[in-house]
Each structure stands twice: as structure tokens, then as C-alpha cells.
């Protein structure tokens, strides 16, 4: 019964701890705001109170190499064929994939012909399906959530594993994006309450001259 408020918190509150966890953002958070309001009852039902508990882990794969989080520039393809579509291209900087259970994906399923825009569609994709593969992204920051390349290659997926309409995949995507920026916020906020409550304890503790830096003027 709670929602993107308490989330918010448990999101802040880990990173005033140490622990910033950026599971939390794309599995719960975006993913979980996406199917909460795009999928249909059946979806719900099937991935919610998994992503709820926390026994179902999800990441979210949008970016792409040559086109950052640009929607309109996407190139991953998913073509319909019979019960299912063929999935093809290749993302980055997606986090998580390592323990991901199953991976909601932005695809390209045609072009409207008035713009030559991509008509994009968002698909769930089990993690361990014939022909996905990723390997990890070198990162700066010691982080518990590692960032990968994610590859499709002909990806089998079910058709009933479209969330939302066909071709609305912009629209159902960045209502999950939006709430992505709301907890990032929370998390960085965080990490700064955790980083000044160490700069104020170190700068009691150490001593310099008999007295703890603190007292210094410059510090």
C-alpha cells in the first residue's frame, strides 16, 4: 500500500548509511512504475510482487552506443513474427544485469512515416534467453551494481510479454524515467549526508598540534 514517497526514503536512508543501491532505481523503481501503470492485470500479477518482495530482480535497458537515452534515435529492433518478436541490436550502460532476473527493453518496432521516427515498443526479456548476452563496463566508482554492454542476437520473445500498446513504448518508458530521476535525487542526497557525516567525524578525531583539526580555522 505505500509508494514512490517511501521508496524514496528506504532509497535515501541506505545511502545515508553507506549502502547506495542502484537496484533500487531501475528494478522498483523505474521497471516497477512502468508495469504498475502500462501493463495489463495478467502482467501485474505475474512480475509485480516479485519486483515488490525483491525475489524478482529486473533491469532496464535503454541506452544505446550511438544514441545515449535519445528515444527517437533508437536502433534495437524487435520485428513481430507470428506469437513472437525477434529481438536485435545492442545497449549500454545498463546496470544490474548481473543478477537481473528479466530485462524490460526499448525497441524500435517500426517508423512512423510522417517523421521517420522510430515507433518504439517496451519488452520484458528473460535474462536467460538464447542469443542475449553482456559483458561488464569498466567503471570508475566501486559500486555494488555493475554496469554491462548488453547484446541481442534473433532474442525470442513472447508476444504476451509486450507492456502497453504497440508503438507507444516512448510514452509508457518515461513514466518510469521520470520516476528514475525523482530517486536518483534521494540517493545522491544521501551519499552527500553520508560523505559530510565522515568529514565531520574525521575532523574531530584527528589531532593535529593537541588539537582536533576542527579547531582550525582553514578546516
Known amino acids: 500500500g505505500l509508494g514512490l514517497g517511501e521508496l524514496n526514503i528506504v532509497v535515501h536512508e541506505a545511502a545515508v548509511a553507506g549502502c547506495p543501491m542502484q537496484s533500487m532505481l531501475f528494478s522498483s523503481g523505474v521497471t516497477g512504475t512502468v508495469l504498475e501503470r502500462s501493463a495489463s492485470t495478467d502482467q501485474k500479477a505475474r512480475w509485480l510482487p516479485g519486483v515488490a518482495?525483491?525475489?524478482?530482480?529486473?533491469?532496464?535497458?535503454?541506452?544505446?552506443p550511438d544514441s545515449g537515452s535519445n528515444a527517437h534515435r533508437i536502433s534495437t529492433t524487435a520485428h513481430r513474427d507470428g506469437d513472437r518478436y525477434v529481438l536485435n541490436g545492442q545497449k549500454v550502460?545498463?546496470?544490474?544485469?548481473?543478477?537481473?532476473?528479466?530485462?524490460?527493453?526499448?525497441?524500435?518496432t517500426g517508423v512512423d512515416e510522417a517523421s521517420g521516427r522510430g515507433r518504439l515498443s517496451v519488452l520484458m526479456v528473460d535474462a536467460d534467453s538464447p542469443g542475449l548476452s553482456w559483458t561488464p563496463i569498466r567503471t570508475v566508482m566501486n559500486?555494488?551494481?555493475?554496469?554491462?554492454?548488453?547484446?541481442?542476437d534473433d532474442v525470442s520473445v513472447p508476444a504476451e510479454n509486450?507492456?502497453?500498446a504497440e508503438g507507444r513504448g516512448l510514452a509508457v518508458a518515461f513514466t518510469g524515467l521520470n520516476t528514475e530521476r525523482i530517486l536518483t535525487s534521494s540517493l545522491c542526497t544521501g551519499i552527500g549526508r553520508y560523505a559530510l557525516k565522515k568529514a565531520v567525524s574525521y575532523a574531530n578525531e584527528r589531532r593535529v598540534w593537541d588539537v582536533p583539526i576542527g579547531a582550525h580555522q582553514a578546516v
Open 93 to 108: 550502460f545498463i546496470t544490474g544485469m548481473e543478477s537481473a532476473r528479466w530485462v524490460m527493453v526499448v525497441a524500435r
Open 143 to 152: 559500486q555494488p551494481d555493475k554496469s554491462h554492454q548488453v547484446f541481442f
Open 162 to 164: 509486450l507492456v502497453g
Open 53 to 64: 518482495s525483491g525475489r524478482t530482480r529486473l533491469s532496464f535497458a535503454i541506452t544505446e
